[in-house]
């Protein structure tokens, strides 16, 4: 594959070091740089496949000084074959429906997220995330983007209930789940695990390669669970490589 050069040259910065979210006792630095203008999608993918994540026009990788612990995971699609435990919880879902809609904030996703951050992130680093910077989250940025909203049926043929959201990037080779939320007091239908699984159907369905899931942080109880898919790959020194 022909490698994209922008015209523009850009430029990295490191952050100043800030406790660590995800393993307690440790800090963290990132490299980030901002995304161009005009040509944001095309630097959107290649430095996602190059092991960053996006957050607004901004691309960013943790840098961190004696620790590695945060590696890039991506699910290769032709290869996946849904395991016993997770047809379960496709079938579990059978009911929801899901919605392809433009990156536009709304205030029912809002209110969500709000409950999603309360029951799942009390005291996390976005548990104090207003409506101004919701809309920044969704709104503000050049690349292929949309939400992804799943809704329970409609009790009297209007909208169903909006039980979960996905922000996700369209790559030149894959899906890349920027972030999602879901309604905490619904644990039974799993719906983490359901979005992330319905995303690879999205995938395979346009014949895509890859989803994109992040950091996988080993030891993290809040990322862990992204090793619990198989089979997944992470970005090493070499290059992308299955994980054992």
């Excluded at 699910?75 to 929801?96: A, G, I, T, W």
Aim: net charge neutral; aromatic share 10%; charged share 25%.
């Amino acid at each position: 594959m022909t490698q994209f050069v922008p015209t523009r040259q850009l430029r990295f910065y490191m952050t100043s070091v800030a406790p660590c979210p995800y393993l307690p006792g440790q800090t963290e630095r990132k490299v980030f740089a901002n995304l161009p203008f005009s040509e944001g999608a095309h630097v959107n993918d290649e430095l996602t496949q190059a092991g960053f994540r996006r957050s607004q026009n901004i691309a960013y990788r943790p840098a961190c000084e004696g620790c590695d612990a945060c590696v890039s995971v991506r699910l290769p699609v032709p290869e996946f074959s849904f395991s016993r435990s997770e047809r379960k919880v496709l079938k579990r879902n059978d009911d929801l429906t899901r919605d392809l809609v433009e990156a536009e904030a709304t205030m029912e996703q809002f209110d969500l997220l709000r409950r999603y951050l309360q029951g799942r992130h009390p005291g996390g680093g976005m548990s104090t995330m207003g409506w101004l910077d919701y809309v920044a989250m969704v709104e503000d940025t050049t690349v292929r983007t949309h939400l992804i909203e799943y809704r329970l049926p409609p009790p009297d043929g209007g909208p169903g209930d909006l039980v979960g959201v996905c922000l996700t990037d369209l790559l030149s080779d894959g899906l890349s789940m920027v972030y999602s939320f879901f309604d905490p007091a619904l644990e039974a239908r799993s719906l983490g695990r359901f979005a992330i699984l319905d995303h690879v159907r999205q995938a395979a369905a346009v014949s895509l390669p890859f989803v994109y899931l992040g950091y996988w942080v080993q030891g993290s109880k809040k990322m862990d669970y992204k090793a619990g898919f198989r089979p997944l790959e992470r970005l090493t020194r070499l290059g992308w490589e299955r994980l054992p």
